[in-house]
């Protein structure tokens, strides 16, 4: 056990050895060297040439110009037609008109249109019809009358007699159907 921590120990002590030559090593391998024409060159600004030297077409070349008394203004030479192109792309597109939008919706439009009126007169009536007169036209009957049954009230009055052998009757007639199942059972077993 003693040997095994002492092993541990001269372990970790080469490994941190190690890991420090290996960094050092990488320090010095990582440098670079600076290029043959010194030190790098700073972009300051940007410039856009329209006509490049080697091209022509542009002012300040070796074209011959076109003449001022033709009114023809359609290009002569290929790189005339180059130019006119490159124009051309250069322009922004011009505007077109958005495709009209499709209304889902308008069929789903209700159709509103007014009802008909159908007046039903006759010739009784007077032509000066007020609509604030009243008119009692429906012949009045009393249909809600007393009623009476003579001497009867709501509910019957049963005696407490009747009733107990109602029940004695109907007891009698479940006893006798319950004796009947039995016996009925009792000869199907047999």
């Given at each position: 056990?003693f040997?095994?921590l002492?092993?541990?120990r001269?372990?970790?002590?080469l490994?941190a050895?190690?890991?420090v030559?290996?960094?050092?090593?990488?320090?010095?391998?990582?440098r670079?060297?600076l290029?043959?024409s010194?030190e790098?060159e700073?972009?300051?600004a940007v410039?856009?040439?329209?006509?490049p030297?080697?091209?022509?077409?542009g002012?300040?070349r070796n074209?011959?110009?076109?003449?001022?008394?033709?009114?023809d203004?359609?290009?002569?030479?290929?790189e005339?037609?180059?130019?006119?192109?490159?124009?051309?792309?250069?322009?922004?597109p011009?505007?077109?008109?958005?495709?009209?939008?499709?209304?889902?919706?308008q069929?789903?439009t209700?159709?509103?249109?007014?009802q008909?009126k159908?007046?039903i007169?006759?010739?009784?009536?007077?032509?000066d019809?007020s609509?604030l007169?009243?008119k009692i036209?429906?012949?009045v009957?009393?249909?809600?009358?007393?009623?009476?049954e003579?001497d009867?009230?709501?509910?019957?009055?049963a005696?407490e007699t009747?009733?107990?052998?109602?029940i004695?009757?109907?007891?009698?007639?479940?006893r006798?159907?319950?004796h009947?199942?039995?016996?009925q059972?009792?000869?199907?077993?047999?």
């Amino acid at each position: 056990m003693f040997t095994e921590l002492v092993m541990n120990r001269i372990r970790q002590l080469l490994l941190a050895i190690v890991g420090v030559l290996k960094r050092a090593m990488c320090c010095f391998s990582r440098r670079r060297k600076l290029s043959a024409s010194g030190e790098c060159e700073v972009l300051s600004a940007v410039s856009v040439d329209r006509y490049p030297a080697g091209r022509s077409g542009g002012p300040g070349r070796n074209v011959p110009e076109k003449d001022w008394n033709s009114w023809d203004d359609s290009p002569r030479t290929v790189e005339e037609h180059i130019e006119r192109y490159r124009e051309t792309l250069a322009q922004p597109p011009s505007p077109t008109e958005p495709p009209p939008e499709v209304d889902y919706f308008q069929d789903m439009t209700p159709q509103i249109s007014s009802q008909p009126k159908v007046c039903i007169a006759t010739e009784a009536e007077p032509t000066d019809f007020s609509r604030l007169v009243a008119k009692i036209d429906i012949p009045v009957v009393n249909e809600l009358e007393d009623w009476n049954e003579g001497d009867r009230s709501g509910w019957d009055d049963a005696d407490e007699t009747t009733t107990k052998q109602l029940i004695r009757e109907t007891r009698k007639e479940l006893r006798a159907q319950r004796h009947q199942n039995r016996h009925q059972l009792e000869s199907s077993y047999a």
